[in-house]
């Protein structure tokens, strides 16, 4: 059974009187040194509790680690200038020998709209405005002439390999966006059984755009705290559909965190 296991890294939490802020430079070789597959950065410029830089983030992980895959977990794409993005994407990729993956989202409301006002960006566009980015992102990342929203035309070099794109949502809009644009799908703590059904229903969105089957990455399952438990219930989820799980550090004690994971993925 193949499933890969990915850790958040220590750099935002969802309680704003709790940040887990650590040492990410420690986080990714200690989650490459036992065995884990990815580490993923959150990304915000103003969200509802103390949040890094994603992009400098990345950057530190990859610069310390040789093997395991980098993520943003997810970019805020629609946030920022679309070819300023795919410099920092096509960079990224390159600095890490290809071990980038991009995951986009539109934002979560519960962060509000401040973020986006501070960037200048309207945050009720901000769906156009990722379909408008996913649409030229490959052309830009791969250093190839691409015509702007705005119609203006932009070569970026040097180019890099185009990175695998998943799309984050559990809505109809965001899965039609996986769908035409993403190589995966991304959602929050859905059981199997509700991953099963958004295999199916994302294989038939994708045959509309003439595309392959999405890959599926779950975000936080709800796991059982004994490891051989969680194993279990992972297997579950591979079974479903799954191929990715993302686990989340749920205190600043985020290496015990990370020990668990890897204990979970030994026993699967």
């Known amino acids: 059974m193949t499933l890969e296991i990915g850790t958040i890294l220590p750099t935002s939490t969802p309680d704003p009187a709790h940040p887990i802020l650590g040492d990410v430079r420690a986080a990714a070789r200690l989650a490459e040194q036992i065995g884990l597959d990815s580490v993923w950065s959150t990304d915000h410029l103003v969200a ?13 992980a990859a610069a310390v680690t040789d093997r395991i895959r980098i993520g943003f977990g997810v970019l805020l794409l629609a946030l920022r200038p679309v070819a300023w993005a795919a410099k920092q994407i096509a960079t990224l990729q390159y600095v890490s ?52 929203p705005d119609g203006s ?22 899965r039609r966006r996986a769908a035409a644009y993403a190589d995966g799908w991304v959602a929050v703590g859905l059981e199997p ?16 755009y003439d595309r392959g089957p999405l890959s ?3 975000v936080a399952p709800p796991l059982a705290t004994d490891p051989g438990h969680a194993a279990e219930q992972l297997a579950a989820y591979a079974e479903a559909g799954a191929e990715r799980v993302i686990l989340a550090p749920s205190g600043a004690q985020w290496q015990a965190d990370y020990e668990f994971a890897a204990k979970i993925k030994a026993q699967l």
């Open 48 to 60: 509802s509790a103390p949040m890094l830089d994603s992009g400098v983030v990345l950057a530190t």
């Open 97 to 148: 020998g290809d071990r980038l993956i991009v995951g986009v989202g539109t934002g979560n409301p519960a962060h509000g709209d401040v973020g986006w006002r501070a960037a200048g960006v309207s945050f009720a566009e901000r769906g156009r405005r990722t379909d408008e980015a996913l649409r030229v992102l490959p052309d830009l990342v791969t250093g190839r002439p691409t015509v702007l």
């Open 153 to 174: 035309e932009v070569t970026l070099a040097p180019g890099a390999s185009m990175p695998p794109v998943l799309v984050a949502g559990d809505g109809e809009r965001a």
């Open 193 to 208: 059984g509700q991953v099963r059904t958004s295999v199916t229903e994302l294989t038939a969105l994708a045959a509309e």
């Open 216 to 218: 599926v990455t779950i």
